[in-house]
């Protein structure tokens, strides 16, 4: 299936819960484009109508927040000479770290986290950017035992921006 009726499908399936529109965002001398709530206030308003807050670190978006923390790790990743290396993101929200590092040259890049609608804008994100040949989206949950076995050539690096919110 082509690329195009990938995303409008996973666009698709989005809107139905998202009010969503990609904007633009610099990344030194290229820019990317990048799945955003487009009324944050007004998605925060209707959870707290529906009384869906229950647990405001699990039922809050905050993975669709572009946080800063994600520009400044891809920027250190950049010293570790990332060509032809791979790397895992832990808790990766909806891709930015991934995202950056693969503009700065990692050949393969795993985005996890273990949030649906997280993996869901993250991969809207990819295939926006054309970035699926070095991105691949998957759930991963770090707290359950054992070696995944997908993943058993390992990685040169891992890598979390912005993942703990509780002291």
């Excluded at 759930?139 to 002291?167: C, H, K, N, Q, W």
């Amino acid at each position: 299936m082509p690329q195009t009726e990938d995303l409008d499908s996973l666009l698709a399936g989005i809107r139905a819960t998202f009010d969503v529109e990609f904007e633009p965002l610099q990344v030194d001398d290229s820019a990317l484009e990048v799945l955003t709530i487009r009324n944050m206030q007004a998605h925060l308003d209707g959870l707290l109508q529906r009384k869906a807050i229950r647990d405001p670190l699990k039922d809050l978006p905050l993975w669709a927040k572009i946080w800063p923390g994600s520009f400044v790790l891809g920027r250190l990743l950049r010293k570790y000479e990332p060509e032809g290396k791979s790397l895992l993101e832990l808790g990766a929200g909806c891709g930015i770290l991934s995202m950056v590092a693969a503009r700065y040259g990692f050949a393969r890049i795993v985005l996890s986290d273990i949030v649906e609608d997280a993996l869901r804008f993250a991969k809207a994100n990819v295939l926006r950017n054309n970035l699926q040949d070095r991105v691949e989206v998957r759930r991963v949950d770090v707290t359950t035992p054992g070696r995944d076995p997908r993943f058993s050539e390992g990685f040169d690096l891992m890598a979390a921006s912005e993942i703990l919110y509780l002291d």
